[in-house]
């Protein structure tokens, strides 16, 4: 049976295609994919349903009451539910995949706030490419805020813009590049049952402070295990998620013959699908010149955070969390994410600090998603703790409303 593969919208990255982009530069970008703008309860739940989260501080509220919060909160990584933190903007036809964020969090987000994105376009570069030939490297920053006005997250995103038709055809250097890798992956009953065992095992510190004293450079994280990646995982994703304008019927047909780049019909169910089905779709992803179905980036990145959370406990926040989407997390693939003590100091602010090196590895080894986060700690000496400082006021925890109401 011959190979499906979807036929979408073509474009050549052509000079006058990136000579009228760069007029864009430093534009404010209209966001027209926001999914989460309230954070519900059922939104907040849902999010951490879709990333495989089971800490009691996103999901319960009765937990949450009697936390420094005060009221159930949501998980750093839930305003990637809000949009999935960068606009799809200009080169029709040509395909995106989100390379890399560099997150920086301010500020908890209580049940029934409302978050406001921004996203700017802040350049380009234009490099050779091994996967597809000529390609732009798309920069963009991304703001949440919430109701009180005030900057909840910031973060900087990094798009890979390729042609399609390079890509599935592969240039002559890329060739048989990825022809290692065996999809799907033949896993053993007892490598499967070891993938089991090692997503059971992760630990979620919770209400158990840990102190920035009790911490050592070299120190490892327990592992926090997601996999085999397959079809509901990514179904729950998008319930908390959903970050393209996921349609049904005439509404989804009248979107894309409005925009017709954005959509194709599927070569097996004959259905119109939004690009975004590369996702769950292996004849859409082999269309944009993936091998399978694949993640997405920032489902991925709440994965990492999920690791970053469960081992500071209830008490701490996390500062930063930046990392590369390297490698695509095909359907089938599984992923042990680890991190690792390298720093521990005090910062500008007096701050109770630790870094950590933060690494996805795969079953074949390699290592998807290199990162570094930066978490501060409560301080058994110094009587710290880092919630208390981002707190809004109590009457406005968990109402929706802002200081003066």
């Known amino acids: 049976m011959a190979e499906e593969i979807a036929a979408m919208a073509e474009a050549v990255l052509s000079d006058e295609a990136l000579r009228d982009w760069e007029k864009r530069i430093g534009l404010s970008l209209r966001i027209g994919n926001v999914f989460n703008r309230t954070a519900s309860f059922e939104a907040i739940r849902n999010y951490s349903n879709g990333i495989g989260d089971a800490n009691p501080l996103y999901r319960e509220e009765e937990y949450g009451k009697q936390t420094r919060y005060g009221a ?12 999935p933190v960068w606009v799809l903007q200009g080169l029709p036809g040509i395909h995106a995949d989100h390379s890399a964020t560099d997150f920086s969090f301010y500020r908890p987000i209580y049940v029934n ?3 406001t994105p921004k996203c700017y376009f802040v350049g380009f570069d234009v490099k050779p490419s091994k996967f597809a030939g000529r390609t732009a490297f798309e920069y963009q920053r991304v703001e949440f805020w919430n109701q009180r006005n005030e900057l909840v997250c910031k973060g900087y995103s990094m798009l890979v813009r390729y042609e399609r038709q390079t890509a599935r055809g592969k240039s002559a250097e890329g060739k048989g590049k990825y022809d290692y890798i065996k999809l799907p ?13 090692d997503c059971l095992a992760e630990e979620i510190r919770g209400s158990n402070p840990r102190y920035w ?21 990514i179904i729950a994703y998008c319930v908390g998620a ?35 089905g590369v996702h769950y779709s292996h004849a859409a992803a082999k269309g944009a010149g993936a091998l399978y179905a694949y993640d997405v980036g920032v489902q991925r990145h709440g994965w990492l955070i999920n690791l970053l959370t469960n081992w500071m406990g ?18 089938t693939d599984a992923v042990w994410f680890r991190g690792k003590v390298t720093r521990k100091y005090m910062d500008e602010e007096g701050e109770h600090c630790v870094d ?18 930066t978490v501060i700690l409560p301080s058994r000496e110094a009587g710290t703790w880092p919630v208390e400082k981002v707190l809004p006021a ?10 003066y109401f």
């Open 394 to 403: 109590k009457e406005c925890r968990g109402t929706g409303k802002g200081v």
């Open 185 to 197: 992956h033949p896993w053993t009953e007892e490598e499967l049952a070891k993938v089991d065992e």
């Open 314 to 331: 209830d008490d701490a926040r996390i500062k930063s969390c930046q990392a590369q989407y390297r490698q695509f997390v095909y359907h």
């Open 72 to 83: 159930m909160v949501a998980s750093p990584a839930w305003v990637m539910s809000v949009f």
């Open 213 to 233: 004293e009790d911490v050592n450079v070299g120190d490892e994280l327990q592992p926090v295990v997601k996999g085999p990646f397959g079809m509901t995982d």
């Open 113 to 115: 706030d409302k978050i």
């Open 356 to 373: 950590i090196e933060t690494h996805g590895i795969n079953q074949r080894n390699e290592d998807t998603m290199p990162g570094q986060a």
């Open 242 to 276: 959903a970050p393209v304008q996921i349609a049904a019927h005439g509404v989804q047909l009248r979107l894309y013959r409005k925009h017709p780049a954005w959509g194709f019909r599927d070569p097996v169910t004959k259905a119109w699908e939004p690009i975004y």
